[in-house]
């Protein structure tokens, strides 16, 4: 099995244009691994439409798009118009991304569409993998659609605007794929999350506008997510108090926890109970603690770093010898002032 890496850049890059890519990708069963690294080229957003086509694909060999880190999604600064850090593509009239083959992995990239007939992101088969990624969309049907045939799939760790999703949802889930630590921002209309029919395992997502969460009967695990609305079922499994102060810059598209965020240390940690579905880290890359409560969210909190105590010798420093590593320190200087010996 070989790795074929190709790069997506305005000028100088294997492609220009991501659909040019995928079209490049052999049809049948895949013996390799494609993985499409995309540069953030385009100030205004790459215009273009792809649609992964189905393919034969397996566990070990994907279809990836992806961004080197200093090109990733981080937030946003203005989902209205298209406007986040990293490499996005854009449309108007179209679904910037429509995966229709198993075991397809979209990472870290921004996907903006603002047609009303139209998704950001469309996944139509199981085994996708859709994480750390902006998505802004104002689709009848919602931002991210996850279809009837999406078994196994997982949405991990995305920050998701909509915008009049008047009939549905922000992000709605059928059949048996998993949405984990996900931040909805639901600007106008429509359900934040419609997990319906025995959608799956829903972890530690938070819904902010809209009408709330909608929960079906027959899914499978809905443990700690949060709504400032409330919920059609499940309710005693939703923090309920959510609202702007929760998030570090609401009013300017910044969805990282504030320091007293009531989101904070109450959600579900996958890694103390043994599920393995996402990655151990939060969408800046910062890893989890493996036990104890995560965060509720696509952001793990992490702040200004360790307080500083006010500490100072009185009198003498009783200490014999200091090392480091197996030498012996010899003096100890604070500023020009030695403090030891």
Known sequence: MAIILKTLKASGGDYSLMSTWESEIPLGTLADNYTLECYNDWPDGLEDAVEIVARTTSATNNIIITCPESER????????????????????????????????VVEYVGTSNTSLNNNSVQLTTGNIKVRFCGVYGRGSTGA???????????????VIYCDRAASNAEILINKKAHCVN???????????????????????????????VDFD??????????????????????????????????????????????????GYNLI?????????????????????????????????????????????????NIMLGENQVNKVMIGETQVWP
């Open 73 to 104: 999604f981080s937030e946003f600064s203005n989902p209205n118009e298209a406007s986040f850090d990293g490499f996005k593509i854009i449309t108007t009239d179209a679904t910037p991304i429509k995966i229709s083959s198993e075991y397809t």
């Open 144 to 158: 991210l659609y996850i279809a009837l045939a999406s078994v196994g799939s997982v949405i991990n760790r995305n």
């Open 182 to 212: 996900n931040t909805l921002i639901a600007l106008d209309l429509g359900k934040g999350l419609d997990v319906a029919l025995n959608g799956g395992d829903v972890y530690n997502n938070v819904v902010i506008g809209g009408d709330g």
């Open 217 to 266: 009967t027959g899914m499978d695990s809905y443990t700690t997510n949060a709504s400032d609305r409330g919920v059609s079922a499940h309710a005693s499994c939703v923090v309920t108090d959510v609202n702007s102060t929760d998030f570090a810059d609401f009013a300017n598209y910044n969805s990282h926890l504030s320091e007293t965020s009531n989101l904070r240390g109450k």
């Open 272 to 320: 103390e109970n043994g599920i393995a579905l996402p990655p151990q880290y939060d969408i800046d890359g910062n890893e989890l603690p493996l036990t104890g409560a995560w965060d509720i969210g696509a952001y793990q909190y992490v702040g200004g770093g360790l307080p500083v105590e006010d500490t100072h010798f009185i009198g003498e420093l009783a200490v014999d």
